[in-house]
């Protein structure tokens, strides 16, 4: 098995009250071992599993963090508290120091809860739909230093804004942009629609592959570094690139795979429909100076039809959707623009062994298959499979 490391073992506090990382507290090895088996089973039917790719040092890897900032009852009092909801439930859990997070990200949150109390900004309740302040989110990139703070309001209106940013400023002066967000609906997203930069540029930079990624604060970026850059190299070499082929990058997000691609092919398509993730695409390609890239807003399986019906073919089609997986729809046209390779990247294996059902159907085979340990100490598990149209060779 690759890269299994004999990792110590950590204690945390709030394993039983939260329940994200069940596993924590085990040997990493053990861990590794149940997701490659999991992932193995699933995919026998139209793979053979490659070993599973682990971490030297899982802790701490989380780029994004985020907390929710509410009221804990104690008695007849309330006590101000930065937490998570416990999995499955709306039951906010005080976490402080979280072993999988960026330990920065942690500290911020915590002490911006605090000098927010100092100025008197009380907090959301869920219960009466009263307070101003409902989350904290802090976003770090970890090959350039920068870090994001986000603060999600109920109303744009923040009180003593200035002197709160210059007080922020003054305790954590590593915070390279700050921003504030506005969600005033009884919704489970964490951001708004509403953005404005308190100080900053309002979005922070990272490299990845060699890369330089702007990241914005609603956009999509994974938030495992250390793995990503293998992921994407593992995928980057299966798809074959000879520097004569056009690339579709399907759910292109900010553009992470197009880009790292583009150096080795003759033109990326990039489609995303989120409206910020395609416009930080778009600059990024800019940033990295990739004139053969296109990002575009919208659908990706109607773009792809509309380049079957224009007799357009592609070359090869990445693919990385949620964790609902794909749709037959999008299936569909991506074979219809008849692809050589397609290169799906996957976080939920049951969703990937029914897309790969549908595929390896419709023309397609599963060559190659690995996973990735992208969420270390959780029941998930990142895989990428390597599938190439029957008629090639």
Request: contains cysteine.
């Amino acid at each position: 098995m690759a890269e299994i490391t004999t990792a110590g073992r950590k204690s945390c506090p709030w394993l039983k009250k939260c329940g994200a990382c069940r596993t924590i507290g085990s040997k990493y090895g053990d861990t590794l071992r149940a997701k490659e088996k999991y992932v193995r089973n699933l995919l026998r039917p139209y793979v053979q599993l490659t070993d599973i790719v682990g971490m030297e040092d899982p802790y701490c890897y989380r780029n994004k963090v985020h907390r929710v900032i509410s009221y804990e009852r104690e008695g007849r009092k309330e006590r101000r508290v930065s937490g998570i909801y416990a999995e499955g439930t709306h039951k906010l859990v005080p976490v402080r120091d979280c072993l999988i997070e960026d330990r920065d990200a942690s500290r911020i949150i915590s002490g911006i809860n605090e000098i927010a109390a100092s100025f008197k900004i009380t907090a959301y309740s869920e219960d009466t739909g009263a307070g101003l302040l409902r989350h904290i989110l802090v976003r770090c990139a970890r090959a350039t230093g920068e870090i994001m703070a986000v603060l999600v309001l109920t109303s744009p209106v923040l009180p003593g804004k200035k002197n709160f940013a210059r007080v922020v400023r003054e305790r954590f002066p590593e915070i390279t942009t700050l921003i504030l967000n506005v969600n005033s609906r009884e919704t489970s997203l964490i951001l708004g629609e509403r953005s404005s930069v308190i100080y900053g540029k309002g979005y922070i930079e990272d490299v990845l592959c060699g890369m330089r990624f702007r990241i914005s604060p609603g956009s999509f970026y994974q938030i495992n570094p250390v793995q990503t850059e293998k992921l994407y190299t593992q995928a980057v070499e299966w798809a074959n690139l000879t520097g004569r082929e056009t690339v579709i990058d399907a759910y292109c997000g900010i553009g992470t795979i197009g880009l790292t691609a583009s150096k080795r092919a003759k033109q990326v398509i990039g489609i995303e429909v989120n409206r910020a993730a395609a416009l930080d695409a778009g600059r990024n390609a800019k940033l990295n100076q990739a004139g053969n890239c296109l990002f575009l807003e919208g659908d990706a399986g109607e773009y792809l039809l509309k380049m079957a019906a224009e007799r357009r073919k592609a070359d090869v089609v990445f693919m990385d959707p949620p964790r609902s997986g794909s749709t037959e729809a999008f299936m569909e046209a991506a074979a219809a623009v008849s692809p050589g390779r397609i290169i799906y990247i996957s976080c939920n294996p049951e969703t990937l062994a029914r897309d790969l059902k549908w595929l390896t159907s419709h023309g397609y085979r599963a060559k190659e298959a690995r996973a990735y340990d992208m969420f270390p100490w959780t029941d998930s598990v990142e895989s990428i499979v390597l599938l190439t149209r029957k008629s090639s060779r």
